[in-house]
């Protein structure tokens, strides 16, 4: 079993940095936490973890300040962030008891995956240390939700970027239908919402929006270029205020709620998702096309923007503008189960047009 010796690391700093941990661990159902350790200290290894976007650094006592001089972040001394060696079931159980009195432990590299799916059946604050993106992923998804971070060894750096893509900005993947559009209407003026991005989007990329939950349109960024206005491609001019928006976490919120910081959920046509943070939104007064499409029975309803900039996306990932959408033709929807409570999901019946 290896630990580290707390020496000269005083109790109210490491109190302080163990409650910015515990923190970290009020996540979402899928994006985990990607902490680096930098033992021995590297400058070139941490700068490039905080470009690369960890959540937090962890680093021998004394070297904290060093890093809290090169950006604004969460330090963790490696001293409040013990390590466990499984070599017996007892280091299991020492693990299980720790948790359960709120410590923060971290299971050392060689981790086996039933003593953490054990770990898992009764913590929600398992970190395991890993050094590729493969160890991540496994990580990541073990008894279907997996530990709740991780903590990237110096051996591991390489991938570093990698492993944070896959697990702090990937969302999993949604299922996509192809759905018959059944009619557009002009219906007039309405207020809508752009939704600025801090991110660069890519041709058949946007966001989830409708009506109802329970059938959102697969709405394109402004990706697209025209002879009158240039791409914005971090935009999605996303529909009216009313309309509901699929978030990260199996949530979903009203677009007029969106603000600036927000994370939201960015949907590709295959159906892979990511977070984009919102830089800002832009709610407007503009002409509305009402826009209907049908899957198998059910019909969905969504109301978009009347210009030649807003366009859905086909079955095989091209945008097509609404100003030249019409009847009969196929485009990308999600269809789920209906019920929503505050952005939750929940067991009610319920009917949304």
């Known amino acids: 079993m290896r630990r580290a010796a707390v020496g000269t690391f005083g109790r109210e700093q490491k109190s302080k940095l163990s409650g910015e941990l515990s923190s970290f661990y009020k996540i979402g159902k899928i994006m985990k936490k990607v902490l680096f350790k930098s033992v021995p200290f590297n400058k070139e290894h941490i700068t490039l973890a905080l470009e690369s976007g960890v959540d937090a650094i962890i680093v021998a006592a004394g070297d ?101 893509a896959e697990l702090k900005l990937s969302q999993g993947t949604l299922d996509l239908v192809s759905a018959t559009v059944t009619s557009v209407q002009n219906v007039g003026l309405g207020h809508r919402v752009c939704v600025d991005t801090m991110s660069v989007l890519k041709t058949g990329q946007g966001m989830l929006v409708g009506n109802s939950s329970a059938f959102t349109f697969l709405v394109n960024a402004e990706t697209e270029r025209n002879e009158y206005v240039a791409a914005r491609p971090f935009r999605i001019n996303a529909g009216a205020v009313h309309a509901y928006a699929v978030m990260p976490g199996d949530r979903t919120t009203y677009l007029e709620e969106l603000a600036s910081g927000d994370e939201v959920l960015i949907v590709n046509h295959d159906g892979s998702t990511s977070l984009a943070t919102i830089g800002r939104c832009k709610t407007e007064v503009r002409p509305m096309l009402l826009i209907k499409a049908k899957v198998g029975g059910v019909e969905g309803a969504v109301f978009l923007q009347n210009a030649e900039t807003i366009r859905v996306v086909r079955k095989d990932g091209s945008p097509v503008s609404v100003v030249v959408l019409k009847e009969g033709d196929e485009i990308l929807v999600r269809t789920d189960a209906a019920g929503r409570h505050f952005g939750m999901r929940i067991q009610e019946e319920i009917k949304e047009g």
């Open 64 to 164: 904290v300040k060093k890093v809290e001089s090169l950006a604004r972040c969460t330090v963790i001394a490696e001293e409040a962030m013990p390590v466990i060696v499984f070599d017996s079931k007892k280091d299991e159980e020492e693990a299980t008891a720790r948790l359960a009195k709120g410590e923060n432990v971290a299971i050392a590299r060689g981790w086996e995956i039933i003593p953490i799916e054990n770990l898992l059946a009764q913590s929600d604050n398992v970190t395991v240390e890993v050094a590729t993106l493969a160890e991540a992923k496994l990580a990541a998804g073990i008894l279907e939700r997996g530990v709740n971070a991780v903590v990237v060894l110096p051996e591991g750096v390489e991938e570093l970027k990698q492993i944070v």
